[in-house]
């Protein structure tokens, strides 16, 4: 399902263009739950930027659902992203403004999905989230970790095909982060696909295996 071959990225700074990624071979199976992990500055928000179609390979394949993302242009990685990929980031990333019912369809409304529809599927992934009573709360009115439910809600409406998510407890105490663990593992059980960027190994521990990275390359894979 998502597949890298030889994939390298390389940033210019000044005149010098500098490796960050080399020769990465990742398969990540359907149904997976990965730990991406490794010393900061090794290559983790870029893989995950290389990943999450947001920033293209320099050189190398990106296989996403058979389709091959290296050859697409902005607008078309734009489209692929919308429809396969769901993101979680450490400090949520909510529109203030919205209430939690609005920032969950807010992928849906750039997928061109009518209100109706939206409306139910946001209601049914707050469900999910345990989250039904507060459909109508603005992220102000949210703890910390109601606030990362509203973002996994956000990030499964469009039923993506991996859930990656960045440093998803950095912002949360060790109960929170916890709990958010948990509602990941059992998304994962239910056949989400999710792949998480941790500093915590205690984070890493809920997931079924390892991806280490370390001076842009793939390390060890357990
Ligand atoms: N746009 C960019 N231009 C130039 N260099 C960049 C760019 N983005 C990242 N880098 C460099 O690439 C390297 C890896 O950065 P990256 O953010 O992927 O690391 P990381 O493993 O996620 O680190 P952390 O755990 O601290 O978030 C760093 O040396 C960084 O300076």
Known sequence: MIKLNNVTKSFMVGTEETPVLMDINLEIAEGSFSAIMGPSGSGKSTLMNVLGCLDQPSSGEYLLNGENVTVLDDIQ????????????????????????????????????????EREERAHYALERVGLAERVNYLPNSLSGGQKQRVAIARSLVNEPTIILADEPTGAL??????????????????????????????????????????????????
Not at 100 to 110: D, F, Q, S
Not at 190 to 216: Q, S
């Open 77 to 116: 990685l734009a489209k692929l992203r919308n429809k396969y990929i769901g993101f979680i980031f450490q400090q949520f990333h909510l529109l203030p403004r919205l209430t939690a019912i609005k920032n969950v369809e807010l992928p849906m409304v750039y997928a061109g999905i009518g209100k109706k």
């Open 173 to 222: 105490d060790t109960k929170t982060s916890a709990d958010i663990m948990e509602l990941l593992t059992g998304l994962n059980k239910e056949g989400t696909t999710i792949a998480i960027v941790t500093h915590e190994p205690e984070v890493a521990e809920y997931t079924e295996h390892t991806i280490f990275v370390r001076d842009g390359r793939l390390v060890e894979k357990l």
